[in-house]
């Protein structure tokens, strides 16, 4: 009997795969819950606190990070995302990756990623995050997870899975294993938080347009559109609207001093 082989999506060219999603990517991917962030800055007292937003993508964390009034450095080693991201005056963007940040030993007080952290090769990203983080610094990694018992939701789902044939992406979830074992970071916590994206038609086909792993052509791309389109038709409001429903989930640490 054959064993599976599990992908490892950090060797899935995570550094260049968004090039052409950068323009969706701005305009159609969810935010984060406010009390994402909350949690996140909860007893951070440093003032002001200095966070590494890795695969920070085109700044949708790192601006809500910013408007809290944190100093953020957005790490982001795609170039097409960079360009296409709303710039802040607390957000610096940086080239880099997760697993080489080019930032200095002990120099920030958080490590956020949003969104990105399955993209990374676990232990190598672990341990640079460990470095540069203060004494007793802050660790945040976040997800939006499709809400699979929401009907629209899970039939979006549904049309991902088939159209990607099942990308290991859709998995990705499994990919917090290492930061649970890892030895650089303790008391790590987990939040859950419930978050609704609402969609008109157009937002809708340009979120599906974001993900790396769905074609932009051809007949599966046709297919996904019309399979779009029912859905909406099928779940829209008086007003023209979907509500696409996530599970955001959050899991802080801290790191163990050296």
């Known amino acids: ?40 800055l909860e007893g951070l007292n440093n003032s002001p606190i200095i966070a590494a937003d890795i695969g920070a993508g085109t700044g949708i964390s790192s601006r809500l990070l910013a408007e809290r009034g944190v100093n953020v450095i957005a790490i982001e080693p795609n170039a097409a995302m960079r360009a296409a991201a709303e ?20 120099s ?52 991902v899975r088939e ?20 030895p650089n970071f303790v008391n790590i916590k987990e939040y859950t938080f419930v978050y609704r994206q609402e969609l008109n038609l157009d937002r809708l086909i340009g979120r599906a347009m974001s993900v790396s792993y769905l074609p932009r052509e051809g007949l599966v791309y046709e297919g996904v559109i019309a399979d779009l389109q029912d859905l909406y038709q099928q779940f829209r409001n008086e007003q023209g609207f979907i509500n696409m429903v996530y599970r955001t989930s959050l899991y802080i640490g801290t790191a163990i001093s050296a």
Not at 116 to 136: G, V
Not at 137 to 148: K, M, P, T
């Open 163 to 182: 159209a990607s044939n099942n990308h290991p992406a859709e998995s990705r979830m499994e990919s917090v294993e290492p930061l649970l074992k890892t």
């Open 108 to 159: 920030v007080d958080l490590v956020t990623c949003f969104q990105a952290f399955h993209w990374f090769n676990p232990e190598p990203t672990l341990s640079e995050f460990h470095r540069i983080l203060k004494p007793s610094g802050r660790l945040a990694v976040v997800w939006n997870n499709r809400d699979q018992k929401d009907a629209l939701t899970a039939e979006y789902s549904r049309i």
């Open 87 to 106: 710039s802040h005056p607390l957000v610096e963007l940086r080239d880099g990756t997760a697993e080489f940040t080019q930032l200095a030993d002990n």
């Open 1 to 40: 009997m054959s064993k599976t082989v599990k992908t490892l999506l950090h060797t899935l060219n995570p550094l260049n795969r968004f090039s052409d999603r950068a323009g969706d990517y701005v305009k159609y991917r969810p935010s984060y819950p406010s009390a994402t962030i909350d949690i996140i």
